[in-house]
C-alpha cells in the first residue's frame, strides 16, 4: 500500500492529508528541495485545498516542510552538518530509551517485538521496503513506549520525524539492508535478557551505521553531480 491509498478514516481531513504527505515524503516520491504543488496534490489525495494547506502546516511544525511566502511549501534538504548533528543526538535518545526499557520491560512486550521482528523479516525477504520500513517504525516506537519517559518520547519523536526519510533510504544497499535486520533481532535479544549496557551500545551503534549510510549517500550524490551526472 502507498502514501497515495491510505483511508482517511478516523483523522480529521488535515490529519490525514498530512500522513499521507508524510509518508509520500518518507518513501521519495516528495525528494528533498521539491516545490508541492497545490493542485496536484489535492487531486491525489482527494482532499480540497484548504485542508491541504493546514497539512502543510502541520508538516512544517515538525521540521518536514518549509512554508514559502506566497509560493506554497517546499520539502526540507537537510545539510550534512544537519545530518550529523540529528543522528548523534537520535543516538543518545534511542540509548536512553534502550536503557529504561530494560528496567520496564515485561514479557509480553518481548512477545509482541518478536512479533513484529518476524513480519520485518518476512517484509524484507519480499524486498518490500516500505512495509518494512513501517514495522521498523513500530519497533523502534515500542522501545520508546516501554521505556515509559513521555519527554524522552516526545523529543524522540520530534527529532526523529526529520529523519525518517534519510532511515528509509539508508536501506537502498541490500548488503546495510540485510546487516539492520541482523541488528534489530540482536536488539531484541538484549532487551529479553535485561541486558542494558548491550541494548544501548546495539541502538547507538545502529544509528551511526545509519548516519554513515546517509553521509556516504549524500558523498555519492555530490560526485555525481559534480560529474555531470542527473541524479537530484
Not at 207 to 216: E, H, I, S, T, W
Request: hydrophobic residues 45%.
Amino acid at each position: 500500500m502507498d502514501g497515495s491509498t491510505f483511508p482517511i478514516a478516523r483523522l480529521t481531513l488535515p490529519e490525514a492529508a498530512a500522513e499521507r504527505l508524510r509518508v509520500l515524503i518518507i518513501e521519495g516520491e516528495l525528494a528533498p528541495g521539491a516545490k508541492l504543488n497545490e493542485r496536484e496534490l489535492s487531486e491525489r489525495l482527494g482532499v480540497s485545498r484548504t485542508p491541504l494547506r493546514e497539512a502543510f502546516r502541520m508538516l512544517a511544525a515538525d521540521g518536514l516542510l518549509i512554508q514559502l511566502p506566497n509560493r506554497g511549501a517546499q520539502v526540507v534538504a537537510l545539510s550534512r552538518e544537519d545530518v550529523r548533528g540529528a543522528f548523534e543526538v537520535m543516538g543518545a535518545l534511542e540509548g536512553l530509551a534502550g536503557e529504561l526499557a530494560v528496567e520496564r520491560v515485561t514479557d509480553a512486550d518481548v512477545a509482541d517485538l518478536r512479533t513484529l521482528q518476524e513480519q520485518m523479516e518476512v517484509a524484507h525477504a519480499a524486498h518490500d521496503l516500505p512495509a518494512y520500513y513501517r514495522i521498523n517504525r513500530a519497533i523502534h516506537d515500542r522501545f520508546n513506549a516501554i521505556a515509559g519517559n513521555a519527554i524522552l518520547g516526545q523529543t524522540y519523536r520530534t527529532l526523529n520525524a526529520r529523519l525518517h526519510a534519510l532511515r528509509f533510504r539508508s536501506n537502498l544497499n541490500p548488503a546495510k539492508w540485510a546487516l539492520a535486520v541482523s541488528e534489530h533481532r540482536s536488539m531484541i535479544a538484549a532487551l529479553a535478557a535485561r541486558d542494558g549496557a548491550a541494548l544501548r551500545g546495539l541502538l547507538v551503534g545502529h544509528l551511526r551505521a545509519k548516519q554513515q549510510a546517509v553521509l556516504d549517500s549524500m558523498d555519492n550524490r555530490d560526485d555525481k553531480n559534480l560529474q555531470g551526472g542527473t541524479e537530484p
